[in-house]
């Protein structure tokens, strides 16, 4: 099959300002339901990845730019812009896209600041070097409530996947990495229990649509995302550049899945892989900066 032709600088142009006339339509709306109820109420209902005209549209928006453009990384359309630096209408476009991300993130991070969310925020002071095996916890499948003791004094290491929600793509994707690469895992001793801070009904739809097979143990109270210093942010989960990275996996036909209506969820909450040795002790220690921010199975097993 032909390679297709990469569009002239006229058609990027036309394409980025479609683009980003879409791009303040969402931001706009975002802003005026925002200030009509409250920011909490305004994060649960208006939101959603149902709702075409709610600020993840954008994701939707990237993917048609990608499509519009013929390509599809974020990565390659940076390259042909760059290429047709000499339009004048393409610079203005340009300028008019940059103006947008400045704004879109300014807008989250008035939300981060507006609901206290920058003082929850990644820090690696706030980590606990060991964990508690009293932890209480519950074992998803079950609904038995169990410890991290369970775990522990086995002589096997234990990697703690702890996700965002349970609707979030790249969460399950990184687990079905882990899901590969199991042997290689198995090789080095080292066990993976998922960690969700979701309820069970949610727990048990996530397992079905998934197919699982690691132990998944519910965290309601958040104590281990608490202990690695784990917080949530609206602006490193939608800021402008994760909306594009998003768009990518809408371009390669991915679906992201939709939560269940009748459970809350908390799409905020940043994630992260902890491994501890038998005792406890933390030996390696990822917290994610965004959803797509989750460590390769090499990262993890070269820190053992």
């Known amino acids: 099959m032909a390679e297709q032709a990469q569009p002239n600088a006229d058609s990027c142009a036309k394409a980025l300002t479609a683009f980003v006339g879409n791009g303040k339509s969402l931001l706009d709306l975002a802003e005026k339901e925002s200030r009509e109820v409250s920011l909490q109420e305004f994060i649960r209902q208006k939101i959603r990845i149902e709702q075409k005209q709610s600020l993840l549209g954008l994701i939707e928006a990237g993917a048609a730019l990608y499509k519009s453009l013929s390509v599809k990384r974020k ?81 096997k290491k234990i990697l703690l996947v702890l996700i965002r929600q349970f609707s979030c793509l790249l969460c399950r994707l990184h687990l079905q990495d882990l899901e590969k690469n199991k042997s290689s895992l198995d090789a080095h001793s080292v066990e993976v229990v998922v960690v969700s801070f979701g309820c069970q009904e949610g727990a048990s739809h996530w397992l079905q649509e998934t197919s699982c097979q ?43 899945p939709r939560g269940l209506a009748s459970i809350q969820d908390d799409m905020f909450q940043l994630g992260g892989d902890f491994v501890l040795d038998e005792h406890g002790r933390v030996l390696f220690s990822h917290c ?6 989750r460590p ?9």
């Open 75 to 155: 990565n390659d359309m940076e390259d042909l812009l760059r290429k047709n630096t000499q339009c004048a209408a393409l610079q203005d476009a340009v300028q008019d896209f940059q103006q947008l991300e400045v704004q879109w993130d300014a807008f989250l991070q008035r939300l981060d600041d507006e609901l206290q969310l920058n003082a929850k925020t990644l820090d690696g002071r706030l980590q606990s070097k060991s964990i508690s095996p009293d932890v209480p916890l519950v074992d998803a499948r079950t609904g038995e409530a169990v410890t991290l003791q369970k775990y522990l004094g086995k002589g």
């Open 296 to 304: 390769s199975v090499e990262d993890i097993l070269s820190a053992q």
């Open 288 to 293: 994610c900066q965004s959803p797509i921010d």
């Open 214 to 256: 690691f132990d998944m143990l519910l965290d309601a109270e958040r104590k281990l995302y608490a202990a690695f210093g784990l917080g949530a942010s609206l602006k490193k989960v939608l800021n402008f550049s994760n909306m594009l990275r998003y768009a990518e996996y809408v371009a390669d036909n991915y679906e992201f």
